[in-house]
Each structure stands twice: as structure tokens, then as C-alpha cells.
């Protein structure tokens, strides 16, 4: 088609969780913005922390792409607006290569957003203990699937320079995609991490020397410039990318929790708001004694509240301003460590018990163990700041807190959503609100649902009217 532009692109596949692919992006988009290139990087799945260290690697946003959660056609043209300026494309994918929302179909997986894109797939795997075996591996996840281009193998954990001969000799005899890099045991750099994974790049947790560590071991122990070359196909942008997005009329002011406790938020969300005239206002629950001026709403995403537990509950001045700006009858959202930080007060593993902002009668607790991961799809019971009832918006959960104590139906607290969690078919009600408060454990995509982005406006105009 006249006016199109091929990008290359590459979708970085692992065989399995904790083969490498993380911190092989990671490495190769740093080396290549070190070079001058304008490196756009996305993220397969709903996680929030991979994307925080992709961003800090390129120096551009980092944005998630899920066929599952946000729908291949919003996929597509997020990938499209999104890398109109770049000059080059990777997508870090999520678990093993065909890992997704399905045992049975490539739904939700790396795969499906690789052939969705039309965009070959460097497959990072482990070489520990292997040989010829090796290209046995690498030709299960050539074959297993039509409609994949395998452009190339990273070997990981490569255990010497015959190691690495022997597993481009393997894969050369087999007629299999070339060997692009053999990166030796103990490498790279550990990657920092905590019980949600790794730790967010965000605030400090890891600076731009780790960054560079990675990706110097890349540029010694990966043929970068090969990469650059190959002819693996790339990702064609249309001609033109226009997008009909609400006019902008009055300013919105939403007060958005942003801090070491508080930093999970979609970049495409943050963005899908601000261009319906949505400015964001950031604050901090931990180190802030008021809350902004003039602000229409109040939004509290994901993060680790539980590690700053005693320092939000002793902040007593932002607690108490969080409970007034609530009863002037403002919107108010929170989601998951939001959730926490909105309920009545948080119980960590030692049992040790902090008050919070006391809006939502619950009680939450920390545990050892995942409490719940997984997609999810919410079905509205209520007419609530998503739209009418009967809307459906999808998102997943992570977590390792629980509600353990609650006063929610007995002081009037009603269930706004259906949920359903995709892999287990089970369903549950879930996203308490009452009046102007919402509050769940449940993160939303709402970017690629921009019905609900739209609702909630309205419930801002509409209260300020």
C-alpha cells in the first residue's frame, strides 16, 4: 500500500517463565537507544512491572498489549500509534510462547500477538544441560503452531564457547532459525524482586547502571548487528492513523495517587484520559500532608501500600483530607493496594494492624501465599462510573492480601461487578461502591474499553454541574 512503513520488529518469545526474555529486552533495547535508534517497546500481558523497567531501558513509555484483555484490533493500532517515530519495535512477551488466556488456543498469548502482528519471534531459551537437544527444543516451538516466523534463538545459561558451538551446530544441521546469541551463566545482572516479581524500575529501585550492565553482556554475547540486518519482515504501519477521541471541553482535575506505595497504571489509560481533556494530578499518600487543589476526582491504582504500611497510617493529615474530599461527594476510586489504602485498616504478616483511610468497611491482611492471579471479565451489576448496567470491561488480578474482616453489606455497600476469571470458569460479585466510592481488587483496562473512559467523565461533569 503507497504510504506504508515497515518498522522492524521483533517479538521476544521464551520457551517458558524464567528463560531470560526480561532481561535480554531489557539489554537489547538499551544497546540500541545507546546507538542513536528510537527503540518502542511493548509488553505481552497485563503486568505492570516489566513494562517499568522496558521504559527505563528506551527511555520512551512502555505500553501492554494483550489479545485477550484489550482485543487484538485495539492491539494493532495501539502498536500503530504508538511507533509512528521509532526505528525499531520489541515486544516482550509474557510466559512461555504459547502461555495465555487458554490450554487449548493461542488466545491471549505471545503467539497470538506475534502472528496478529505479522512480526518474527526471537526465542530466548535455556541451554543448561543441553546440546543436541537443544535444537529438538527449538524446533518444537517452530512447529508447534502455522503462521509463526521463527527469525532466531538467544540461547541462555550457555555454559562455555563449545557450549555455544555445539548449539549453533545443532541448530545449523536441523535447518533451524540461526543461533543470534549464547549468553554465558551468571551473565547478567540479577534483577531485583519482591513477592509480586520483580520490583518496579519506578522510584529508585534500579538505575540506569543496571540497565547498561545488561546491556553491555547483550553487546558482547549477542550479534546485535546481525539483528539489525536480518530480513525477518517488520511491522507495516498504515498510512494514517487517525483517531476520533471526545472533544475537550472543560479542564478535568483527577488526583492520582503517584508514589513508592502507588504506581500501577497503564500508560495507555493515563494517556486515553488526557486526551478527552483529563488532566492528571499527581500526589503522594506517603509524603504529602494535603491533597491537590481543585480536583474533581480522586483515583488510587495498584503497588505495594503494604511496604509503606506505617508511614501511609501515620500520615495522618493526607488520611484525613482523603476522608473529606469523599464526603463532598467527589468521585473516588481505588484499585487493589488502592482498595487497601481505602479500607479501614491493614494487617501484615507479623499481624501488626495500620489504620488507613477508613472509606470501605474491610479489614485486609497480608498472606504468604498468591491469593488470586488471573484474568478477568467484569460484568456491571450496577450502574456505576463504568457505564450502565450489563457493561462489560475485562482486566486481571494479582495479589496477596485478602479481605479478612467486613462490615460491607450491613452498612450498605453493594457489589458493582460480576466477575468471571477466565482460566477457572468460576465467577464471583466483586467492586464495592456506595455513593461516590468504588473500590477493588480488580485491575481494569480501561483504555481499550473507552465507553467506560467516557462514563466516568460524565460522572465527573455531571457531579460538578
Known amino acids: 500500500m503507497v504510504g506504508e512503513k515497515s518498522i522492524p520488529a521483533y517479538v521476544m518469545g521464551g520457551t517458558n517463565s524464567g528463560a531470560g526474555k526480561t532481561s535480554i529486552t531489557l539489554g537489547l533495547a538499551r544497546a540500541l537507544s545507546r546507538r542513536g535508534m528510537k527503540v518502542q517497546t511493548f509488553k505481552a500481558g497485563p503486568d505492570y512491572l516489566d513494562p517499568s523497567y522496558l521504559a527505563l531501558a528506551s527511555g520512551r513509555p512502555c505500553y501492554n498489549v494483550d489479545g485477550w484483555m484489550c482485543g487484538l484490533d485495539y492491539v494493532s493500532g495501539l502498536v500503530s500509534e504508538k511507533s509512528r517515530d521509532a526505528d525499531l519495535i520489541f515486544v516482550e512477551g509474557v510466559m512461555g510462547l504459547f502461555d495465555g488466556a487458554s490450554s487449548t488456543s493461542p488466545e491471549g498469548s505471545t503467539a497470538e500477538i506475534a502472528r496478529h502482528l505479522g512480526m518474527p519471534i526471537l526465542l530466548v531459551a535455556s541451554a543448561a544441560s543441553m546440546a543436541r537437544s537443544f535444537a529438538a527444543l527449538v524446533r518444537g516451538f517452530a512447529c508447534f503452531e502455522e503462521g509463526l516466523n521463527l527469525a532466531g534463538v538467544i540461547a541462555n545459561r550457555v555454559g562455555s564457547e563449545r557450549h555455544a558451538e555445539i548449539l549453533s551446530e545443532s541448530l545449523i544441521h536441523e535447518k533451524l532459525p540461526p543461533l543470534l546469541g549464547a549468553i554465558p551463566k551468571s551473565a547478567f545482572p540479577v534483577l531485583p524482586e519482591r513477592h509480586l516479581g520483580l520490583v518496579s524500575a519506578d522510584y529508585g529501585a534500579v538505575d540506569d547502571s543496571f540497565i547498561d550492565k545488561l546491556a553491555d553482556a547483550c553487546e558482547k554475547h549477542i550479534d546485535v548487528d546481525m539483528l539489525i540486518d536480518m530480513d525477518g519482515g517488520g511491522f507495516r504501519l498504515p498510512s494514517s492513523n487517525s483517531k476520533c477521541v471526545a472533544e475537550n471541553t472543560d479542564r478535568i482535575r483527577i488526583g492520582v495517587a ?43 491504582g495498584g503497588g505495594y501500600p503494604e511496604s509503606h504500611a506505617e508511614k501511609l497510617s501515620a500520615n495522618s493529615e493526607m488520611l484525613s483530607a482523603v476522608r473529606n474530599f469523599a464526603a463532598s461527594g467527589k ?135
Not at 281 to 294: G, R
Not at 398 to 421: K, M, N, T
Request: hydrophobic content about 40%; glycine content about 10%.
Open 258 to 300: 503517584k508514589d513508592e506505595a502507588f504506581h500501577f497504571y497503564y500508560a495507555d489509560m493515563l494517556e486515553a484520559f488526557a486526551e478527552r481533556g483529563v488532566e492528571w494530578v499527581e500526589f503522594s499518600p506517603l509524603n504529602d500532608q494535603a491533597l491537590p487543589e481543585n480536583i474533581d476526582a480522586l483515583w488510587f
Open 331 to 465: 468521585p473516588v476510586y481505588g484499585e487493589c493496594g488502592g482498595l487497601m489504602y481505602l479500607g479501614r485498616s491493614l494487617r501484615d504478616l507479623e499481624g501488626n494492624e495500620f489504620g488507613m483511610a477508613g472509606l470501605v468497611p474491610i479489614v485486609t491482611r497480608m498472606l504468604p501465599r498468591l491469593k488470586r492471579l488471573g484474568l478477568t471479565e467484569v460484568r456491571l451489576l450496577e450502574d456505576c462510573f463504568w457505564g450502565n448496567w450489563g457493561g462489560v470491561l475485562r482486566g486481571h488480578e494479582f495479589h496477596f492480601s485478602e479481605i479478612a474482616e467486613d462490615r460491607l453489606v450491613s452498612d450498605g455497600w453493594i457489589p458493582a461487578y460480576e466477575v468471571s476469571y477466565r482460566r477457572k470458569g468460576e465467577t464471583s460479585s466483586e467492586g464495592w461502591v456506595k455513593g461516590n466510592v468504588l473500590a477493588s481488587y480488580i485491575h481494569l483496562h480501561f483504555a481499550s474499553r473507552p465507553q467506560a473512559i467516557d462514563a466516568f467523565i460524565k460522572k465527573i461533569r455531571d457531579n460538578n454541574e
